[in-house]
């Protein structure tokens, strides 16, 4: 039998302050263990998602976005799309059918800035690009810089916080996108902290190199590898038996250093319990073939290696055979659970048989 992974909050019409939120948990999570759930990942941060799916002998492990450097804001552009006219209500017997069929547009942007109290009262820990400018431009996010103590200290107490706020089993970072240069490398690091030291070891100015030198790329992965260490520990001392994973989007073998995923040394120094990579906009069997496989070669059975596949993003599997089809790529390739991100979508595309044809690869 196969490990069953779902992420996601519970899909349930009623809120913690409701008097029927425990019943309608209950409800959701029966339908979880019905189709053979094993873990949810995500969740919606309360106890009582824990206890229920305790009761049914389902783990919960709630996660924190992140990125190589903390993200503590952005200059997000909000489109407006055509989707928002539909004119029953979304949930009315056959929007689904409109929906699929519509060729959404979308208007122009609204540029919505936002920046965390702690980002605003310590500009001086701010990780910069090359231009040294404290200006987002729209679409880019705002970064602290992994080479200040505070930022790792404030960092890590978030994923202490939800923790032990849900008194979840074990505790996941979700790397999710973030800013690219037009070679799809990170483009910050160029704060003082961390170029004049790279300028000390390696002998060279990162001004005067090109974003994508292999040096200074490993020199700046290097800060994520060494805060997950850090991270691991700080919740293993609340925690021992607490599962610390980390999830990030599956590409091919180059791919993960231009977003300073080191991810073989992350396994090789016991940053992590378990690695996860999520085939996000991809549902392409052949590349979750060879990705896996690859994964899993270099793991080596050092750390249980999971495929998480969406059904949620646009160029996922959203078709219920090719997803039960890439599961069993996955497994065949090395995977050593599977799962479904999200828990909105399998409601919507009924993939709960998908859940449970997992649950018997």
């Not at 040096?215 to 991270?231: G, K, M, P, V």
């Not at 700080?234 to 990030?248: D, E, G, Q, Y």
């Not at 996860?276 to 070669?297: C, I, P, V, Y």
Request: net charge negative; aromatic share 10%; hydrophobic share 35%.
């Amino acid at each position: 039998m196969t490990e069953v992974i779902l992420w996601g909050p519970p899909v349930v019409p009623s809120g913690p302050l409701d008097q029927k939120f425990r019943d309608d948990i209950e409800e959701w999570i029966q339908k979880c263990a019905n189709v053979g759930v094993n873990r949810i990942i995500g969740g919606d941060r309360t106890r009582v998602l824990t206890e229920v799916a305790g009761i049914h002998g389902i783990d919960v492990h709630p996660y924190v976005n992140f990125n190589s450097f903390p993200r503590h804001g952005s200059a997000r552009e909000s489109y407006g799309w055509s989707l928002a006219f539909l004119r029953p209500p979304v949930t009315a017997p056959g929007s689904r059918q409109i929906l699929d069929k519509h060729r959404p547009i979308y208007d122009d942007p609204k540029i919505d800035t936002s920046m965390t109290d702690f980002a605003r009262a310590h500009p001086e820990f701010r990780s910069l690009t090359r231009d040294q400018s404290y200006m987002l431009q729209p679409g880019q996010d705002l970064y602290l810089s992994l080479a200040f103590p505070e930022v790792r200290a404030e960092q890590t107490q978030q994923f202490i916080d939800v923790l032990e706020e849900t008194d979840g089993s074990g505790v996941q970072v979700e790397f999710v996108l973030g800013n690219e240069d037009q070679n799809g490398v990170v483009p910050y690091g160029y704060e003082h902290a961390v170029t004049s030291e790279f300028q000390r070891q390696h002998g060279k100015n990162p001004f005067e190199i090109s974003n994508d030198d292999p040096d200074w790329i490993q020199f700046r992965a290097d800060y994520t590898t060494r805060y997950l260490l850090e991270l691991k520990d700080a919740i293993k001392a609340k925690r021992p038996n607490a599962v610390f994973s980390a999830t990030l989007i599956a590409g091919e073998p180059g791919d993960y250093m231009k977003l300073l995923h080191d991810w073989p040394a992350w396994v090789e120094q016991g940053a992590i319990d378990e690695l996860f990579f999520w085939f996000r906009t991809n549902s392409d069997l052949g590349d979750l073939a060879n990705q896996m496989k690859h994964a899993s070669e270099v793991v080596d059975g050092r750390c249980r290696v999971i495929a998480e596949l969406s059904c949620y993003h646009p160029g996922s599997f959203q078709d219920p055979d090719l997803m039960i089809e890439a599961g069993r790529v996955a497994v065949k390739n090395g995977a050593d659970a599977v799962g479904i991100y999200r828990t909105h979508a399998v409601e919507q595309l009924d993939f709960w048989h998908v859940l449970e044809s997992f649950g018997k690869l």
